[in-house]
């Protein structure tokens, strides 16, 4: 991550694909978090997500954030407040705070997107995924704004 000094007051966050640092969340899941909150006063929190084919999280909702979806490759479907809809790149996606969601990548193949968390405060959640056992995921998850309530799409 490289800041270029615009203004006194005002800092351009330049976020290259070569200096991203790599992580592991659920089985096979890697994320990279390409805009920290930290770095734009907790405003918003953009990651950057590789999600194997067939694979997605537990339906869940944040209280007290915006997710936005941004797909770059591949086709996911989406569950959102109720209702299921099929995705592909160069689609975007904003859900509500306090709507149930989640999504399954339709595979055959890992596909990529970017989250966009609004407001941010949330980077430190997705890194303690990998490192979590998963019957622990639901209390850490709640601990981070995301209420686990259902089970994840299946891609069939």
Known sequence: MMNTELSQNKVAIVSRREDLNWFD????EQMAIRVPSTDVGGAF????????AFSGPPLHYH??????FEILEGRFRFHCAGEEFE???GTTVVV?????HGFVNLGPGAARMLFIFVPGDIDEFFPQIGQTPPEDWT???SQHDTWI???????S
């Open 25 to 28: 969340t659920m089985p096979g």
């Open 45 to 52: 929190t953009i990651l950057e997500v590789r999600v194997p």
């Open 63 to 68: 209280k007290d954030r915006e997710e936005i």
């Open 87 to 89: 995705v592909g790149p």
């Open 96 to 100: 509500p705070r306090k709507s149930v």
């Open 139 to 141: 209390d850490l998850s």
């Open 149 to 155: 309530v259902g089970s994840p799409l299946s891609a």
